[in-house]
């Protein structure tokens, strides 16, 4: 079965980003490499320092390129860096979005989405909490190496996905019935910049029953794949679009 996935994988990581339609694919199946419980990285068992130039020589490059991709989208100023005002940005978008659709989100509900992009994917694992100030200026290089060492953090690692799955799924469907259509996904996408003509792509690589509609339960999978799946498949690797080789 995640031959095929890795088949899309393949696929995505040359750009092509056009999933074969999956048959049969129980959602709540997760892929091999997620269910064994096995570290990401093995950075901490690694001899010697975890400088930079160990880290990234330890990841593969496949993982790599979601990393790659992730940053480019989060730099909201194309300036190449990672800074607390990109995260800030992104936090600005998704409230300005929930608040055009007429969600009228309450003050909680803001304050967790704030928490949840600054205080921890910005502080805890971008900038691996060391000076998170608006000085602080994150290159493509640290921003892999701090997020590879903090998905070590397995079971952390888990919670944040989960939380941040549950934002995004949350603000996608936008009309609030509980999946998500191709068309709320476009509009979502476009929110990272993301050319409209990605969206049916990336849509497909998150419908993995193919029934058009992304459920909370395909979401949550296919965060997790992208950020704790080293390799070995492509479920949910072009959520962000095409892939952008390391
Ligand atoms: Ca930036
Ligand atoms: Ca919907
Ligand atoms: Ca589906």
Known sequence: MYSRYKKQFQDARDGLCKPEKIKGFKINEKPSSIRENTRITDISAMSGSTNVNNVLDK??????????TFFFRFDTDGDGLH?????????????????????????????????????????????????????????????????????????????????ISTHYFDIIDINSDGSISLKEYGDFMEL???????????????????????????????????????????????????????
Not at 59 to 68: N, R
Not at 107 to 120: A, E, N, P
């Open 59 to 68: 990841v593969p490059a496949t993982w790599k390129s979601k990393a790659k």
């Open 83 to 163: 800074t607390r005002r990109d995260y800030e940005e992104i936090v600005n978008r998704l409230t300005g979005y929930l608040k055009k659709s007429g969600s009228n989100p309450s003050d909680d509900r803001l304050q967790g989405l704030k928490h949840t992009f600054i205080d921890v994917v910005w502080s805890e694992f971008v900038a691996g909490n060391h000076d998170t100030g608006s000085n602080r200026k994150v290159t493509l290089q640290e921003f892999t190496t701090n997020v590879a060492k903090k998905l070590d953090e397995r079971e952390y690692a888990e919670a944040v996905c989960k939380a």
């Open 192 to 246: 990272f910049g993301v050319d409209p003509k990605h969206a049916p792509g990336a849509f497909e690589s998150l419908d993995a029953d193919c029934n058009n509609e992304i459920s909370r339960e395909e979401f949550f999978n296919a965060m997790q794949n992208f950020w704790l799946s080293m390799d070995d498949t492509g479920f949910g690797a072009c959520m962000l679009g095409p892939l952008i080789k390391w």
